[in-house]
C-alpha cells in the first residue's frame, strides 16, 4: 500500500530523507544544517525554465555563498544516461553548477514535499520552491502555475534577504527634469516670439 503524506506547510519542519546523488550519498536536514537551503523542482530539461533556473543558480552563486544558502534540485527525470544536468547546462548553455541534484524517480520525495519538476505529472505536486532557514523550518513556498518562472525566482531573491533581514533597496527616486536657463526673460516675463500668418491672396468671385 503506498504511504500517504501529510505536505508541509510554512512553519513545519521539513520532512527528512537519505539519497544518492550524483554528488554522493546526501542527508536531510543534515546536508544544509545551519544554513538556509533553496530547495527547487527542477524544471524539464532544454526548456525556457530550464534555461532560465539555471542561470539563476550560476549567477546568483556568490550572492547565495554570501547569504549562507545551499541550493538543492528535485528531478523526476532520469540523471543518467548521459543526462546530468549539470553537464548539459555546461555544454549547451555555458554554464557552471555546482548544486547537487536529486534523482527522484519513484517521486518518494516529491511527495513529501509537494514538489513538481520535469514533464511527467503526478497528483499532487504542484510546488516550485521551498525556502528552508537554518534550523529546518519551511520559510516560504510558491506553488505552480506561475505568469513565469522569472518572476518567481525574483520573488525568491527578494523574500530570502527578507528572511535572513536584509536592508530593503532604497526606494526609487522620482524622476528629476533639468529646465535650461532661459535667456530670453524680460521683466520676469517670458519674451514671445511673433505670431506669424501665411499670406495668401484672396480673388474675388
Not at 543558480?57 to 538543492?72: H, I, S, Y
Not at 513538481?116 to 516550485?128: N, T, V
Request: charged share 25%; proline share 10%; with cysteine.
Amino acid at each position: 500500500m503506498e504511504p500517504s503524506y501529510v505536505l508541509p506547510e510554512v512553519g513545519d519542519h521539513a520532512p527528512s530523507f537519505e539519497v544518492e546523488t550524483e554528488k554522493g550519498l546526501l542527508h536531510f536536514p543534515e546536508y544544509t544544517a545551519g544554513s538556509w537551503c533553496i530547495f527547487f523542482a527542477h524544471p524539464a530539461n532544454f526548456t525556457s525554465a530550464w534555461t532560465m533556473f539555471s542561470a539563476f543558480l550560476a549567477m546568483k552563486e556568490r550572492w547565495l555563498n554570501e547569504r549562507n544558502t545551499k541550493v538543492l534540485a528535485l528531478a523526476n527525470e532520469s540523471l543518467r544516461q548521459n543526462n546530468q544536468w549539470a553537464d548539459k547546462a555546461r555544454r549547451y548553455i555555458g554554464i557552471y553548477l555546482k548544486a547537487p541534484v536529486i534523482e527522484d524517480l519513484d517521486f518518494r520525495i516529491a511527495k513529501q514535499f509537494g514538489l513538481a519538476s520535469g514533464r511527467r505529472p503526478q497528483a499532487g505536486c504542484d510546488r516550485l520552491a521551498l525556502i528552508i532557514d537554518p534550523f529546518g523550518i519551511i520559510r516560504m513556498i510558491i506553488h505552480r502555475p506561475l505568469p513565469n518562472i522569472e518572476s518567481a525566482l525574483l520573488e525568491i531573491e527578494m523574500e530570502l534577504d527578507r528572511l535572513q533581514g536584509a536592508p530593503p533597496p532604497p526606494p526609487p527616486q522620482p524622476a528629476s527634469f533639468h529646465v535650461p536657463e532661459l535667456s530670453d526673460v524680460i521683466d520676469n516675463h517670458y519674451k514671445t516670439d511673433p505670431a506669424y500668418f501665411t499670406k495668401k491672396k484672396i480673388h474675388p468671385n
